[in-house]
């Protein structure tokens, strides 16, 4: 078992902790990291619809939300 599969995550340690990557000077809290997680993962869904319609399959912005 890892360290931080017995750690439960409350809306207030999501809210206070911090965590920084390798590749980064300041650490961003975990709901910081959650929001940039899940806007990122929407900006590739938004591409791959573009490629998708480029190749001219039938998207439209139904597709997209």
Do not use: C
């Not at 929001?35 to 597709?63: C, S, W």
């Amino acid at each position: 078992m890892y360290p931080f599969q017995s750690e439960k995550i409350t809306r207030l340690t999501a809210l206070r902790r911090e965590t920084r990557p390798f590749y980064a000077d300041h650490a961003l809290t975990q709901a910081k990291w959650l929001t940039e997680i899940v806007t990122h993962i929407f900006h590739h869904r938004a591409q791959l619809l573009n490629y998708l319609k480029e190749l001219g399959h039938p998207v439209n912005m139904f597709d997209l939300y």
